[in-house]
């Protein structure tokens, strides 16, 4: 049972690259999660999946995209990165149906140049 | 915005318990109290939650006060280990969709020392 996992671990881009970032869960959870986190701030909402089918915005969705693949996968697509989206981006999974935590994945380090 | 307020930073003796408050004082009926922390840029680990009354687990205890407007987590022996950015987030209950969000402040950045 390996949580949620998240590839890759590390990524540098160039001003416009474009680049998915990975996450999987295998705790058979509805609701996944995407967040990004800045130098020495609190996490914030990109998009979030609440079933399988479903994604809504979340607290800063711009020049984002994201893909609920199934009920596993949880794919955030950056089309044309800015060196504002350096950040550490975070997945995370919860079963929807009970007041559960969220279990976060151990995130991913994308740098923009 | 995140609807709580945590001091920024705090220090704490090892073997010692930490007392981390939160203030709520604008929660609604319907809102739980979540703990999580953060190790070193990891992915945030889920502590505690309560509602109303005082809750223990093998990691902490949350105590809230009666009124719900602030509440304390406890590490009752602080480890090492422990060092790590804390977050109190309040959260409606037991739905899915945007309600079942987290709102992360800033968190408290608690310092066991040796």
């Known amino acids: 049972n390996a949580g949620v996992t998240q590839t890759p671990k590390f990524q540098v881009l160039k001003t416009g690259q474009s680049m998915t970032l990975q996450c999987a869960q295998d705790m058979n959870h509805n609701s996944m999660y995407w967040y990004r986190q800045d130098p020495g701030m609190g996490l914030r909402l990109i998009y979030y999946s609440a079933s399988e089918g479903t994604t809504d915005k979340g607290e800063v969705p711009n020049g984002y995209n994201v893909s609920r693949l199934n009920k596993r996968e949880f794919s955030l697509r950056l089309e044309s990165a800015a060196p504002s989206q350096t950040s550490v981006y975070f997945c995370?999974?919860?079963?929807?149906?009970?007041?559960?935590?969220?279990?976060f994945g151990p995130g991913t380090r994308l740098t923009v140049l | 915005d995140a609807k709580t307020t945590q001091p920024p930073s705090m220090d704490c003796a090892e073997g010692r318990a930490a007392n981390l408050p939160c203030n709520h004082s604008?929660?609604?009926?319907?809102?739980?109290v979540y703990w999580y922390r953060q190790i070193h840029s990891q992915g945030p680990q889920y502590i505690i939650h309560g509602l109303k009354n005082n809750e223990t687990n093998e990691m902490a205890s949350l105590i809230i006060t009666e009124d719900r407007k602030s509440s304390t987590l406890i590490l009752p022996h602080a480890t090492l280990r422990d060092t790590a950015v804390y977050y109190c987030i309040v959260r409606v209950i037991n739905y899915g969709g945007s309600q079942g969000n987290l709102i992360f402040g800033k968190g408290t950045k608690l310092s066991v020392k040796p």
């Open positions: 995370a999974s919860r079963e929807t149906s009970a007041n559960n935590e969220q279990f």
């Open positions: 604008t929660i609604s009926g319907n809102e739980y």
